[in-house]
C-alpha cells in the first residue's frame, strides 16, 4: 500500500480534514501486464487493502473528494490492463471510486487499458484522468514540453 498522503490537509471550501489517498498501479500476479513487479500489488492484497482501508469511510476518487466527498482517496497510474480486468471488479464489489490516471498514448496497447474499457469504466462511477500524453515525467519536461503534452493529453479521444 503506497500512502500519498496521511496529513491535515485543506481543499477549497471545505475546513481541514485528516486526508489518507493510496496510489497503486497494476494488480495482480508479477508474469503480466506492463508494470515493474514491485509497482504491482496482488488481487488479495488489493481485497484486504480495500476493506481495511473502508474503516476510514467511503473508498472515493480524489475527484469526488474535492467536490466535497469524505473518504479514503484511491489512485491508479498509467493504465495497466489489470486496472480494468482485475482493480475494478475488487472497486465495485466494495461501491468504492477511483481516479484512474492515464497516459493517452499508451491506451489500446498491449498490456494496457482500451479506449472502449476507459468509457465503461467511467460509465460505472469511475474518475478517468490525465497523466500526461505520454509517460515521461513532467518535472523533467521544458515549460513547453510540459505544455504540449498535456494540451495533446486533453486532446486525445
Known sequence: MSALADRTVTAPGRPPTSTLALMYHAVGEAGGGTADAHYRVGCEDLRQQLAACAAYGPLTSARSWLAGGDGVILTFDDGDASNYAEALPLLLARHARADFFINPATVGRRGFVTWGQLREMAELGMSIQS???????????????????????????
Open 131 to 157: 497523466h500526461g500524453y505520454e509517460h515521461r515525467y513532467l518535472t523533467s519536461l521544458s515549460p513547453h514540453e510540459l505544455e504540449r503534452s498535456l494540451l495533446r493529453a486533453r486532446g486525445s479521444r
